[in-house]
């Protein structure tokens, strides 16, 4: 796959790698990457980093300085209603704007001062013992609740990911 813009040739690569891997603001918008956000390197030591974005402040392996692009697969991403512990070391608390149900997964929509997508699997409510059908779906989506979750709209969360799972451009 090549991504051209312009007549120039921005990246090419495996999709898998051009979508997981994007190695600039053009090229993730192209795809359609979610959560791209941009900050700049507030403190490094020993390949961990530190973004401070408008908002929030997120940790990061890179060698990068300066201002940064970044981004967070919505799959790479934990939800929780109550602070947990974790090893992650990205814990961002936001609240829910927006739930999207897509066939294969649930898409939530936090406001953590930046925008977050975050994907909820088929399988991971299928653990809980949730079905579609226990899920309270409104026409307009925007009124969905998670019963087994007790998410909704304004419902205050956290977010979770790993260091790794931040991607730096």
Same mark, same amino acid.
């Given at each position: 796959?090549?991504?051209?813009?312009?007549?120039?040739?921005?990246?090419?690569? $495996? *999709?898998?790698?051009?979508?997981?891997? *994007? /190695?600039?603001?053009?090229?993730?918008? %192209?795809?359609?990457?979610?959560?791209?956000?941009?900050? +700049?390197?507030?403190?490094?030591?020993?390949?961990?980093?530190?973004?401070?974005?408008?908002?929030?402040?997120?940790?990061?392996? $890179? +060698?990068? /300085?300066? /201002?940064?692009? %970044?981004?967070?697969?919505?799959? +790479?991403?934990?939800?929780?209603?109550?602070?947990?512990? $974790?090893?992650?070391?990205?814990?961002?608390?936001?609240?829910?704007?927006?739930?999207?149900?897509?066939?294969?997964?649930?898409?939530?929509?936090?406001?953590?001062?930046?925008?977050? $997508? @975050?994907? =909820?699997?088929?399988?991971?409510?299928?653990?809980?013992?949730?079905?579609?059908?226990?899920?309270?779906?409104?026409?307009?989506?925007?009124? =969905?609740?998670?019963?087994?979750?007790?998410?909704? =709209?304004?419902?205050?969360?956290?977010?979770? %990911?790993?260091?790794?799972? @931040?991607?730096?451009?």
């Amino acid at each position: 796959m090549i991504i051209l813009y312009n007549g120039q040739i921005l990246q090419s690569g $495996t *999709p898998g790698k051009i979508f997981r891997k *994007p /190695k600039n603001r053009l090229v993730a918008d %192209f795809v359609g990457i979610e959560n791209v956000m941009n900050g +700049e390197i507030e403190q490094s030591s020993d390949g961990l980093a530190r973004i401070k974005t408008d908002s929030i402040t997120v940790f990061t392996l $890179t +060698e990068k /300085k300066d /201002k940064v692009n %970044f981004t967070v697969r919505p799959d +790479e991403i934990t939800v929780s209603r109550e602070k947990v512990q $974790t090893s992650a070391r990205n814990r961002i608390q936001g609240k829910v704007y927006g739930i999207i149900d897509t066939g294969s997964l649930i898409k939530l929509l936090v406001d953590t001062g930046e925008f977050f $997508t @975050v994907f =909820i699997t088929r399988e991971f409510l299928n653990e809980l013992n949730i079905s579609i059908n226990e899920l309270n779906i409104s026409i307009n989506e925007l009124n =969905i609740s998670i019963n087994e979750l007790n998410i909704s =709209i304004g419902t205050s969360v956290w977010l979770y %990911f790993k260091a790794a799972a @931040v991607h730096v451009f």
